[in-house]
């Protein structure tokens, strides 16, 4: 009868051992996979305002990089209309601890000079925003806007420095206007003036495109 016991008992051990040595094992099988994400922050310029969702540069972005990048990264459209640099930078650290994105798109900026921020205001934002991109590994893209003449050229040098300066201090590939070719062509742009119809999206993917594709 102690025999048996005792038989038992060491074999509950050795199961328990085994299954101890297991555990490691069966953690870094079920961890999560590494991240293979592109990450675009932006405002209604990037969340398709008042065209179809499937119409907009990110989603078309998701197409091409099907077609021409293997593996392909998955693009995490992190963009909301109205959104400012303030509001991003909030939602960014969630948003990096989520997505592990290897590239982080940045594109505002808009928002902030339609609320009168100054570019001192801005360019604080953008550079918290590019440096905790950084250092959480990934590598950051810069989109630039522009403002309507009437903020005058004084402003709006400001706020193209602003871009200038971040891309050049961080090392940041930047595209200073995202909607080169675009703004102010007839059936380019919607009713309002400011965001790019359906039919202009081609466009603004492919001015963003010669910067995104080498970090893919």
């Known amino acids: 009868m102690y025999e048996a016991m005792n038989k038992g008992r060491v074999a509950a ?5 085994a299954w ?4 490691p094992a069966l953690a870094c099988a079920k961890g999560p996979a590494p991240a293979n994400a592109v990450l675009v922050v932006g405002d209604s310029l990037s969340a398709a305002h008042n065209i179809p ?3 907009g540069w990110v989603n078309l972005l998701q197409q091409r990089v099907n077609q021409q990048i293997k ?7 992190a963009s909301i209309s109205g959104e400012t640099t303030a509001g991003a930078l909030t939602r ?6 989520k ?9 505002l900026g808009g928002n902030d000079a339609l609320r009168g921020l100054t570019p001192a205001q801005l360019r604080g934002n953008l550079e918290k925003m590019i440096t905790q991109s950084q250092a959480a590994g990934a590598k950051v893209v810069l989109l630039g806007i522009d403002v309507p003449p009437n903020y005058g050229p004084a402003y709006r040098d400001r706020l193209r420095k602003t871009y200038a300066e971040l891309a050049s201090q961080y090392k940041v590939p930047l595209l200073p206007f ?13 009713a309002d003036g400011l965001h790019p119809t359906a039919a202009a999206q081609p466009k603004v993917l492919d001015n963003v495109w010669p910067l995104l594709k080498p970090l893919l």
């Open 13 to 17: 051990t050795m199961w328990l051992l």
């Open 20 to 23: 101890l040595l297991l555990l």
């Open 53 to 55: 969702a499937a119409s």
């Open 71 to 77: 593996p392909p990264p998955t693009i995490v459209n």
């Open 92 to 97: 960014l650290p969630a948003l990096l601890q």
């Open 99 to 107: 997505h592990r994105p290897k590239v982080v798109v940045i594109e």
């Open 178 to 190: 995202l909607l080169e070719g675009v703004a102010l062509q007839p059936g380019l742009m919607q």
